[in-house]
């Protein structure tokens, strides 16, 4: 039987199939989150998160250490505060000995080339949890922008490499980027939460950080789901906001987003692979249904295939591992 084209012959061999693979994952790629409380030489596994830990910061710079190691070097920071330090208007986030800023600081200091992203957001310290500031059950949109300038100068003197606006309030990049130009921060690079969705993906973060809504939901500021246009729109504000990289989240379920964006900006697309996505290959692989190890490779493949340059995964240590068994 004649067959010009026979595309099987290009995967008839491991070598072969090797030599024609588009697509390859490096540890490079990713950015680890890691969430700091309270404490000293104390850690405490996120039940909905098998395997990831809150760390007190002594422990979490054994944790950044043994990620180096790996060649894990860039690390999204998140705290977990305790209830009493919370208010509306998520003045902790700013407090230059709080715990957050003390964290950035201890990482630098003894990592100086490790990159660190920090959160600007208001939920972890918000007592509404939400990510702006809450006036009878709105969110404020413009006087949030003062809280979230404040957080990113204080992150930039604390150290931050780059800043991750995840709060999706209009305008927040352009004010930030303001923010950290009159105080000199003209390198501290921003990774704007481009097209971030109201996803059921975030609850085990939600967890992790005891930082669940109040009351309502994030609709008003998050992403409608059902929206591929709109992303559109947001990256063209953020672009010429002057964010540096573009992040669209969750990933999974998001992937033809992340391709509209890598197809249309130049800038690095970044994506958001969350907690609930960690979650749902780790429940499945406790389960015996399918090998977490492989839908985890899988999953981080295919975000790349998609146009992410950049993940954010709570994969990165184990795929790390696995990449440097290869
Ligand atoms: C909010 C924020 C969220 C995540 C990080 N920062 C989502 C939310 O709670 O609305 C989610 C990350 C994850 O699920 O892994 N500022």
Redesign the pocket.
């Known amino acids: 039987m004649i067959q010009i084209r026979r595309p099987r012959r290009s995967r008839q061999s491991a070598a072969i199939r090797d030599m024609v693979q588009e697509t390859r994952l490096s540890v490079t790629d990713f950015i680890l ?1 890691l969430f700091v409380m309270e404490g000293q030489n104390v850690r405490s596994e996120v039940k909905s998160m098998p395997g990831i830990h809150r760390f007190s910061i002594d422990l979490l710079l054994q944790e950044v250490e043994e990620c180096v190691g790996m060649g894990v070097k860039t690390f999204a920071l ?1 705290p977990n505060l305790p209830e009493a330090k919370k208010d509306k208007y998520a003045t902790e986030s700013h407090n230059p000995e709080g715990l957050y800023l003390k964290t950035v600081r201890a990482i630098k200091e003894r990592f100086p080339d490790v990159v660190v992203m920090t ?1 600007i ?4 310290y918000s007592s509404d949890g939400h ?1 702006g500031i809450v006036e009878n059950g709105k969110i404020l949109n413009d006087p949030t922008l003062e809280v979230l300038g404040k957080m990113a100068v204080a992150q930039a003197q604390a150290g931050a490499d780059i800043v991750g606006p ?2 999706m309030m209009d305008g927040r990049i352009g004010y930030i980027r303001q923010v950290l130009d009159e105080n000199e921060f003209h390198d501290v690079a921003i990774m704007a ?1 481009t097209a ?1 969705y ?2 059921a ?6 967890d ?2 005891d ?3 109040k009351f309502g939901d ?1 609709k008003t500021y ?1 992403m409608n789901p059902a929206n591929s246009r709109e992303a559109l729109i947001e990256a063209q504000l953020d672009f010429a906001e002057g964010a540096d990289f573009l992040m669209v ?2 990933a999974l379920p998001y992937l033809d987003i992340i391709k509209l964006l890598s197809d249309n900006y130049k800038l690095p697309i970044a994506a ?7 979650a749902m290959i780790k429940a499945a692989s406790q389960l015996g249904w399918l090998d977490g190890q492989k839908a985890m490779a899988e999953s981080l493949l295919s975000i790349k295939r998609a146009g992410a340059s950049v993940i ?1 995964t ?1 994969f990165a240590k184990e795929m790390a591992t696995l990449l440097n068994e290869r």
Not at 201 to 206: E, M, N, T
Not at 272 to 278: A, D, H, K, L
């Open positions: 989150p998140f959160d957001a208001m939920d972890p990510d995840s709060d939460y971030k109201a996803s993906f975030y609850g085990p973060f939600r992790a950080l930082s669940a809504p994030k998050q989240k969750p958001y692979n969350v907690s609930g996505e960690y954010l709570y």
